[in-house]
C-alpha cells in the first residue's frame, strides 16, 4: 500500500525532527518511496512566530492505516511532541499526518482519509503537488494539480531545499 504523510515542525531544530521523524518512519513502518522538497510555511490555524517546516513523504508499506497512525504517534511522542486535548493548534516539535493510503476511504473515530482539510492548505498542497500533481483526490474527483490551483489558503509557503 502507498502511504502518503505530510511531516511539519515549528520548534527546536526543525529540520533535525523532521529528518529523524523520516528515519524512524523508514525503520518502523515502510520503504521511502518518494519525498517532496522541504518548504517554509506560515502556521495554519492558530497565531505564532515561528514558521514551520513541511515535507511530505511516501512510503510502501504492508501496515494497514490503522496501524500506520499508530505507530506515528508514537514516532511523534518520541521526538517530544506534546498533544493537548484543549488546544488543537499550537507548535510542535513533529507533527506527522497521513494523508492518503493508496485511494483508500476511511472514517473511524480516530482516522479519517483523504485527511479532510487537504484542499484548504496551500502547505499541504503545494508538497503533494510536487510528488504527485496528477493523483485524483477519491472524494473531491479533482487532481492536486486542480485542488491547488483552487486553494483559497494564501498563507505562504516556499520550497527551501531539495534536501536536507
Not at 59 to 65: D, V
Request: some cysteine.
Amino acid at each position: 500500500m502507498l502511504t502518503t504523510v505530510i511531516l511539519g515542525s515549528n520548534s527546536g531544530n526543525k529540520a533535525e525532527y523532521i529528518k529523524q521523524a523520516t528515519r524512524l518512519l523508514t525503520q518502523q513502518c515502510g520503504q521511502l518511496t518518494v519525498s517532496s522538497s522541504l518548504y517554509e510555511t506560515a502556521p495554519w490555524g492558530f497565531e505564532c512566530n515561528e514558521s514551520f517546516l513541511n515535507q511530505v513523504l511516501q512510503f510502501e508499506t504492508e501496515l494497514q492505516p490503522e496501524i500506520f497512525l499508530q505507530q506515528s504517534l508514537v514516532i511523534e511522542k518520541s521526538l517530544g511532541r506534546i498533544r493537548s486535548s484543549e488546544i488543537r493548534y499550537a507548535s510542535r516539535t513533529i507533527d506527522i499526518d497521513l494523508l492518503f493510503c493508496d485511494d483508500k476511504i476511511i472514517h473511524t473515530p480516530t482516522l479519517t482519509l483523504p485527511h479532510p482539510r487537504i484542499a484548504e492548505r496551500r502547505f499541504v498542497l503545494a508538497p503533494l503537488h510536487e510528488v504527485m500533481p496528477d493523483f485524483v483526490h477519491p472524494l473531491f474527483h479533482k487532481t492536486i494539480t486542480q485542488l491547488l490551483s483552487e486553494c483559497n489558503d494564501s498563507l505562504s509557503v516556499k520550497i527551501i531545499t531539495t534536501t536536507i
